[in-house]
């Protein structure tokens, strides 16, 4: 199982989330992953760099570790243009994009009615990613579907994509994997290197094919989660 983090990226400068980024690469991390909001979840208040301009300088700063969407939100972007950046992504990053798409969903609501884009119903951005992940997998990149929802979960099936589930429990994911189903983890973690260690190799055992940690607040903590995760392996 490959281990990932998510960055620092709800701020309003960008050192914090491409010295991360470079410190995951040295302690042999396998991914770094941004998310897709205009805000932190339910904090308005607080800035957030937008995942495709902070992917792109990632992919020019880094060198061998995946980068990734945790993930790209169908509507936010005309379909065609999330295509277009994804792949643009891929290519400045020589082959290590992943693309993880999802719908939303009422909890992410506020944030497209406060910048005035349209929110769809529910099935219509289902439709959507389905489209999108078709035409992304096509350009050759790994696709992750956000997935919870029998309905999203079928789709991954659909595009050939992998599930990702957020803090799912790792009876969720055995269950999943016995299905058929490839499925990617992300979450928090918590403790020390035993701990984390314990925890990831539960999702391992379960089938998980990647482990994404939220981010854990600080540059020493990425040496913790490779620890654990090499400990893991």
Not at 150 to 159: D, F, G, K, M, Q
């Amino acid at each position: 199982m490959k281990v990932g983090t998510t960055l620092p990226q709800f701020r309003d400068e960008a050192d914090s989330a491409l010295a991360a980024a470079l410190r995951a690469e040295q302690v042999g991390l396998d991914g770094v992953f941004c998310f897709d909001h205009l805000w932190p979840m339910g904090q308005p208040g607080r800035p957030a760099l937008s995942s495709g301009p902070l992917l792109g300088a990632l992919a020019a700063s880094t060198s061998v570790i995946h980068i990734g969407t945790l993930v790209a939100r169908i509507g936010l972007l005309p379909d065609d243009v999330l295509v277009d950046e994804l792949a643009s992504l891929h290519a400045i990053s020589n082959g290590r994009l992943i693309a993880g798409l999802g719908t939303g969903d009422h909890l992410s609501r506020a944030e497209n009615q406060a910048f005035g884009i349209p929110f769809e119903p529910a099935e219509v951005r289902r439709v959507r990613m389905g489209a999108v992940a078709v035409a992304v997998e096509a350009r050759g990149i790994p696709v992750w579907v956000g997935g919870g929802l029998p309905s999203t979960t079928e789709l991954a099936r659909t595009v050939g994509g992998a599930v990702n589930l957020w803090e799912a429990e790792a009876t969720q994911v055995a269950g999943m994997t016995a299905a058929g189903y490839e499925v990617t983890w992300g979450g928090p973690v918590a403790g020390n290197v035993v701990q984390i260690e314990e925890r990831l190799r539960e999702l391992a055992e379960a089938g998980a094919t990647w482990a994404v940690c939220a981010w854990l607040d600080s540059l020493d903590s990425l040496e913790v989660i490779a620890e654990a995760a090499n400990a893991m392996r």
